[in-house]
């Protein structure tokens, strides 16, 4: 299999590896009802259009049981009616766009949604950071970036703050100078950029050079080692919500942590983490269900209760999404360091 390529080139890297390490470890365990589990990975390019054909491939010609993937919401969200209609169960590690799960019963994700990233970020805001006035720099291509704008708005308003600019680009976009000057006349305490890491780090530096000293604050589309790489110091002092932090103590995410380090010589990000959990996610209804029918296996990924994963309990609601605590990361010196958790309300 070739490299994964596309501006997010990292998250399907990480995901691919994350996949790959819980798919070896089912297989020496035995596998499912006698059977090795294979992965089939293709690279849509981050393009929409590719992976609609990528997914129409896989079920029509591979036969594959299930999808997982992909991790950005608006190539999701055009995947997900195509393993619908064909009846195919599909989980998503990581696309967090409400509408995902929403395109059909066979749709599941093993992540928080944005009405609760952005909730948790605009309450980190308005409480932790104590701030009243925030700016908005959405990726108005992005069916994430969107919706959490619009959420971030709608409950930092709630919580007495204030909006003072909106402003937008487009994925693959480079120079965002004129919407940060006109965001500078405003003059607010923070920033808030629901985008991906390659324009969120040129967003940052270009943040400095007009002179802008508010942090930026974001959500899991940050959340790539290449993220400082370009952003670089002006990213000091920012912070993201994220799904999971290797600070973690607890034992099962050390014990992920030292077998991920062991194949792929690096500390896994957010996205391995999500992608080994919507792996083994799968392989513990693939042994539950009554046959390995598309149908009996989205019947039994549907009854998924309290499964511990690397990223929390997993409970599968009634809208297919699993509802779990949030993590904000400050970056700190290049590094990315856990600040708080913050947990759904009840
Ligand atoms: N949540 C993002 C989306 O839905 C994808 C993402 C997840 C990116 C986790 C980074 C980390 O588009």
Redesign the pocket.
């Known amino acids: 299999m070739g490299s994964l390529t596309g501006t997010?080139a990292t998250?399907g890297t990480s995901t691919r590896d994350g996949i790959d390490l819980a798919i070896k470890q089912i297989n020496a365990a035995g596998g499912i009802k006698g059977k090795k589990m294979r992965v089939i990975v293709i690279d849509d390019q981050g393009k929409s259009e590719e992976a609609a054909t990528a997914v129409t491939k896989l079920i029509t010609q591979d036969k594959v049981s299930a999808i997982l993937g992909e991790?950005?919401?608006?190539r999701?969200l055009a995947m997900a009616p195509i393993a619908q209609g064909h009846h195919v169960p599909m989980i998503t590690p990581?696309?967090?766009?409400v509408e995902v799960t929403q395109k059909g019963d066979f749709i599941f994700r093993v992540?928080f949604i944005?009405p609760f990233q952005g909730w948790a970020m605009a309450q980190f805001a308005a409480k932790t950071l104590k701030v009243k006035k925030a700016a908005i720099l959405r990726d108005v291509k992005?069916d994430?970036s969107v919706g959490l704008a619009n959420i971030f708005t709608e409950i930092f308003k709630k919580l007495g703050g204030e909006i003072v600019m909106d402003q937008s680009y487009s994925g693959g976009d480079a120079d965002f100078k004129s919407q940060l000057t006109s965001i500078k006349t405003k003059n607010p305490d923070v920033i808030y950029v629901p985008g991906?890491y390659t324009e969120v780090g040129l967003i940052a530096r270009q943040t400095r050079e007009l002179g802008i000293k508010a942090p930026l604050i974001g959500?899991?589309?940050?959340?790539?080692a290449k993220l400082t790489e370009i952003g670089g110091p002006a990213l000091d002092g920012s912070f993201f919500s994220?799904?999971y932090t290797p600070d973690d103590k607890s034992a099962i995410v050390q014990k992920f942590i030292t077998d991920f380090k062991k194949d792929f010589n690096q500390v896994p990000d957010?996205?391995a983490a999500?992608g080994y959990d919507a792996a083994i996610v799968l392989a513990d209804a693939m042994k539950r269900a009554k046959s390995l029918s598309g149908d009996d296996i989205r019947s039994a990924l549907a009854e998924t209760k309290d499964y511990q994963a690397v990223t929390g309990k997993i409970t599968i609601d009634k809208n297919r999404d699993a509802s779990k605590a949030a993590v904000v990361i400050e970056i700190k010196g290049g590094k990315f360091v856990l600040k708080e958790t913050i947990n759904p309300p009840k």
């Open positions: 997010e998250f991790v950005g919401s608006t999701s990581s696309s967090t766009a992540c944005d992005s994430y991906y959500g899991d589309g940050w959340d790539s994220n799904h957010g996205l999500m």
